[in-house]
């Protein structure tokens, strides 16, 4: 913000700043990991009182998650975004909205979540207008409508809860909430939130704000969101619903369920519908934050573990595949696959760096997006959801259709479409985006290595006492 015109240095900052913060994030992995769940409550308050921010595994791995994506973002968007937007506050709103999605993973306050939700969606509101474009402008109006209804939902919904246990105190929720028992406001108000995460993380039937306002900006933008604020969204109906809405879960977790089966039907629809690039790629995000939702909706080991592999997955995978399309677009000069076609001959890297990242998101063995739908779908057979599972094994199919089709349109057949773009600036919007690739890559070949922390993310989900000994206790 101190050098709105000075464009090198805006990027050497941000550089700095974002790395800086992998390194944190690592550490702050590392320390979870050997001495369990971190807790600080702010202002030398004693929980419940004062504002708990809590790190146990999984909102550590998806504060790493984050911070990893959005380095590679920034790196693209050197050579994509275009100097008039760097200068008009381009990347401290990315850091802004980076501030509001990790605040959002690590706080232990109901209320501070949303806080950190309204950081994260003024700086969304900034990025989607960014430019001023008649399609960003149009579909900006419809997102901050969204976004302002399903705020006040929020609101409201934190009032009812705090009417039924008196404090905002996460772990105190869990605790009291345990002992009131089951209770048709405590039903109630488990509904309400899944409305108000089910707006944020895009479940049926509530994603209809998505396709359109997700596709209005620019491709780093929409890599941004794509990656990262449905995912908040996800988390939230993960930690509440495993944290707080316990003693229901014959209605609670069914309803979570049948909505996430649904949602994964309309998403392969819109996934096959298109031809277009962009909302082929953001159907598919409607459709992992089903399978996500259906792992944890099982409530077992493997359901849940299942979850936070694939969670993790479709934040590396979806960035990738954005920044893959980002450079197809770039060179066709359209985001439409009947206008493009035989791009193997000139770009044989691009071509097989996509065909990897499809495979990888249709949960091809080994590649990343595998280990965690397997564990999903054993989730759902333990859990006797036999249907459900070979529905979520089916829609793998409908993945894999959909991002092979941009293969073989883009990549296959006679030349047309393509556009004169320097190798200069081919290679530099490559080279993080391979990278990228290789991590995704790395993810799914490594998770063997992986499989600790995982469990260490899905032992907290499962058994609330550790999260809430680790506020209320000092470390665990």
Partial sequence: ??????????????????????????MLLIKVKTDGVQAITLGSWAPPFGITMTSDMISALLVTSSIIISLFVVWYSFTSIGEDREKAFYYPAILFMLTGVNGAFTTGDIFNMFVFFEVLLMSSYVLI????????????????????????????????????????????????????GQSGIVTVIAVLFLVVFGIKGAIFPLFFWLPGSYAAPPL????????????????????????????????????????????????????????????????????AVGVILFGASTMNENGMLGSVFYLIHDILIKGALFLLIGIIIKITGTSDLRKMGGLMKRYPVLAW????????????????????????????????????????????????????????YAFWGEE?????????????????????????????????YLVPFMTDAATVLLDPSVYTDAVFGGVK
Wanted: aromatic share 10%; proline share 2%.
């Fill in 1 to 26: 913000m101190f050098f709105p015109k000075k464009v090198k240095a805006q990027r050497i900052m941000v550089t700095i700043g974002l790395l800086l913060s992998l390194i944190s994030a690592i």
């Fill in 416 to 448: 047309k479409g393509v556009k004169d773009i320097s190798i200069k600036t081919y290679r530099h919007l490559l080279a993080p985006t391979i990278c990228l690739v290789i991590v995704t890559v790395l993810y799914g070949i490594g998770s063997e």
């Fill in 220 to 287: 780093p933008v929409l890599t941004l969101f794509g990656a990262l604020l449905t995912k908040v969204g996800v988390y939230a109906i993960m930690r509440t619903y495993t944290l707080f809405f316990t003693t229901d879960v014959g209605f609670t977790h069914e309803l979570l369920m049948i909505l996430s089966i649904i949602t994964i039907v309309a998403g392969c629809i819109g996934a096959l519908a298109y031809f277009d690039l962009k909302q082929i790629i953001i159907y598919n995000i409607v459709i």
């Fill in 129 to 180: 207008v960014l430019g001023g474009e008649k399609v960003q402008l149009r579909e900006s109006i419809k997102y901050i409508l969204v976004n302002i209804v399903s705020s006040s939902l929020f609101v409201i919904t934190v009032g009812y809860l705090y009417s039924v246990v008196g404090t905002l105190n996460m772990a105190d929720i869990s605790v009291k909430l345990a002992t009131i």
């Fill in 353 to 408: 760096s996509y065909l990897i990242a499809a495979f990888g998101l249709a949960g091809i063995p080994p590649l990343s997006g595998f280990v965690g739908k397997l564990l999903i779908v054993q989730g759902g057979f333990e859990g006797e959801y036999l249907w459900q599972s070979i529905f979520i094994l089916a829609s793998s199919l409908i993945v894999l259709l959909s991002a092979i089709r941009i293969f073989i």
